[in-house]
């Protein structure tokens, strides 16, 4: 049997990147996976279609994480369709860059809400449909703990608070038995940082093993978090950044 067969699962910004092979993934391992999109339909119903040849049930929601309603009515959507929730991934992620004098309050409210907010809502939302047992796990950034160049001050602030959320959040849930982790990536070969564009070198440079990760190694990380073998992993973080922090 698949290890999670009978599961169901929440992606939040899964229509590519991270979030997709996240998506993928769990479907693999015998999940039912809802994920949400911002934007492309089109995308978000590719993840579907690469979800059900696993011969798993996908759902596509309509979301943005900026907008509050929108991340709750994701969570209960889910929940309907597959008559519960199991697992929560939230991945959903812009990446704000510039000086600190360049940055508008409206990019600043926007990030805060979707690597901040947004997270604290669907979380909130999903365990009330989860039962004991179940699994929540956020993608941060391994700039959240060491900055190495200039220009990401609100996003290393924004996924710096993902720490002390996963932290409280595993005290909180502990007597459910639902483990709250969470998984920080350094560079990843996606659209939003392509291995091959210009400044590509330098992000391996700061890398101890000098590559970036393929998305499909931090959806493997996320794999094993939503796996029965990490029953006793809580309040714990991941990052696999290739030994760029260490």
Do not use: C, W
């Not at 998506?23 to 015998?30: D, N, T």
């Amino acid at each position: 049997m698949a290890e999670l067969s009978g599961k169901s699962a929440l992606v939040t910004g899964a229509s590519r990147g991270i979030g997709a092979e996240i998506a993928v993934r769990l479907a693999e391992l015998g999940a039912d996976v809802a994920v949400t999109y911002a934007q492309s339909k089109e995308r978000a119903d590719a993840v579907v279609d690469r979800i059900a040849a696993h011969g798993r049930r996908g759902l596509a929601i309509r979301a943005d994480s900026a907008v509050a309603g929108d991340v709750i009515a994701a969570v209960d959507e889910t929940a309907a369709a597959f008559g519960g929730l199991d697992i929560l991934v939230n991945n959903a992620g812009v990446f704000p860059f510039g000086p600190i004098e360049g940055v508008p309050l409206e990019e600043v409210d926007r990030t805060l809400d979707i690597h901040v907010r947004a997270v604290y809502l669907a979380s909130q939302a999903a365990v009330r449909h989860m039962p004991d047992g179940g699994r929540i796990i956020s993608i941060g950034s391994n700039l959240a703990e060491r900055v190495p160049a200039p220009g990401v001050t609100l996003y290393a602030m924004s996924k710096a608070a993902l720490l002390g959320f996963t932290r409280g959040l595993a005290r909180d849930l502990g007597e459910r038995a639902i483990t709250v982790n969470l998984v920080q990536p350094g560079s990843t070969d996606t659209d939003m940082n392509p291995a091959d564009a210009p400044g590509a070198d330098s992000q391996r440079a700061l890398s101890a093993l000098k590559r970036y990760a393929a998305p499909g190694e931090i959806a493997d990380t996320v794999a094993f978090l939503a796996g029965d073998r990490a029953a006793n992993i809580t309040g714990a973080v991941l990052t696999v950044d290739g030994g760029t922090n260490a």
